[in-house]
């Protein structure tokens, strides 16, 4: 795994042993910052699921003002730590240890606000549909915000999770990636 653009192109970042944690392929992240852009200079990015921390991470070296990366296993949480310190331990992420199940109040009542969520949950658990309802409260996104959610190629997610419409979706192999905007 390496960072695509920006400025840690090329940084090689550590992946998983096992199979607990699934990184987003390259070509798949590649393809995700394709449709959103290269420039994403002052956004506030949430990376749910973050697993190895390289979405946030690409943000980052994109130009995001802060990101917030959850997950909630200790192996993953470690290997975040050893990629943020490939990176300079840049001081505007923060990486919180939470389960998604309960962890997206607690991230509700720490008033935060993202411009752009990316969220890839373990597949056939339903944690997609939760997530993209809890988001779609709007309580911690703000008015532009995008979400980017991965998901299995076969799974039919609605188009609509309150405030979230979506926009388009992408199929990569196995990996479905659904484009949701706040408002219409």
């Keep these: ?3 695509i653009a920006g400025k840690h192109k ?5 992946g998983p042993k096992g199979n607990r944690v699934r990184p987003t392929a390259d070509r798949v992240r590649e393809a995700i910052f394709n449709i959103l852009g290269y420039d994403l200079s002052d956004l506030w990015v949430l990376d749910l699921f973050a697993g190895t921390g390289a979405m946030g991470l ?3 070296s994109r130009g995001a003002a802060f990101v917030v990366m959850v997950d909630q296993h200790p192996a993953a949480i470690r290997l975040i730590g050893r990629n943020l310190t490939a990176c300079g331990n840049p001081e505007n992420v923060r990486v919180q240890k939470l389960d998604l199940r309960r962890g997206l109040k607690s991230l509700t009542s720490q008033d935060y606000s993202f411009d752009l969520v990316f969220m890839d949950p373990p597949y056939g658990r ?6 993209l309802e809890h ?3 709007g309580k911690i996104l703000n008015e532009a915000a995008t979400v980017v ?3 299995a190629s076969e799974e039919n997610l609605s188009s609509i999770y309150g405030c979230l419409h979506r926009q388009s979706m992408r199929v990569y192999g196995n990996t479905g990636v659904s484009f949701y905007s706040r408002g219409e």
């Design 1 to 3: 795994m390496r960072i």
């Design 10 to 14: 090329g940084l090689h970042l550590d």
């Design 58 to 60: 690409e943000a980052l």
């Design 126 to 131: 339903g944690l997609t549909q939760r997530c």
């Design 135 to 137: 988001l779609g409260s």
């Design 149 to 151: 959610s991965e998901h």
